[in-house]
């Protein structure tokens, strides 16, 4: 595989939209829980505590999710742009993650985490250095991780950035 022009991978909308609903539903319990007794401490009963504790946190909440992800929706985010020297993934914010193939050791594998599947890769020791030295000073751990939010599956995006990195390293 020769790659004149970048692979674009899209996000998958769906898996997006699911994420958010999960994360919404994560938070919002501790949420409700922070204010009723926030509000029981203002001297106001448990039962007028725990009614604003709900609307309050679910209102704040859900804004904050639906806004989130139509932000999301529109600017098609997160985005992975595969190319000759590496990968981009564009997350929505200023802050891109730019890794080259050099910059990372071993294969892309798919592991299992709290938030579902993702794609693992470990980043060289060269890297690593080179980022501690960097200023400011950015602390970098061993291991990288995509979470499954792309069109592909996280097997088949693993299978395609292994065989993009295998190609590109051995100037093919």
């Known amino acids: 595989m020769i790659l004149a022009n970048p692979i ?6 769906i898996k997006v939209i699911i994420g958010f609903v999960i994360i919404g539903l994560l938070f919002t319990p501790p949420l ?3 204010f009723t007794l926030f509000l029981a401490g203002c001297y106001l009963s448990w039962a007028a505590s ?3 504790g709900v609307i309050l946190a679910t209102s704040l909440m859900w804004t ?3 806004i989130m992800m139509i932000h999301t929706l529109i600017r098609d985010v997160p985005c992975l742009e595969i190319g000759r ?7 929505g914010s ?3 993650r730019l890794r080259k193939w050099v910059d990372i050791e071993g294969d892309f594998v798919v592991r299992f985490t709290p938030l579902g599947r993702g794609i693992r890769y470990r980043l060289s020791e060269a890297f690593r250095k080179s980022r501690e030295q960097a200023t400011p000073p950015e602390k970098v751990g061993t291991n990288e991780w ?3 939010s792309f069109q592909m599956s996280p097997r088949q995006l693993a299978e395609l950035l292994n065989e993009c990195k295998e190609c590109t390293c ?3």
Request: overall charge positive.
């Open 94 to 96: 200023r802050f891109n």
């Open 8 to 13: 674009v991978i899209r996000p998958s909308r």
């Open 64 to 66: 904050f999710i639906l």
């Open 85 to 91: 020297d590496g990968f981009v993934l564009h997350n």
């Open 170 to 172: 051995k100037g093919g």
């Open 32 to 34: 409700i829980g922070s």
């Open 50 to 52: 725990l009614v604003l």
């Open 146 to 148: 995509m979470l499954n």
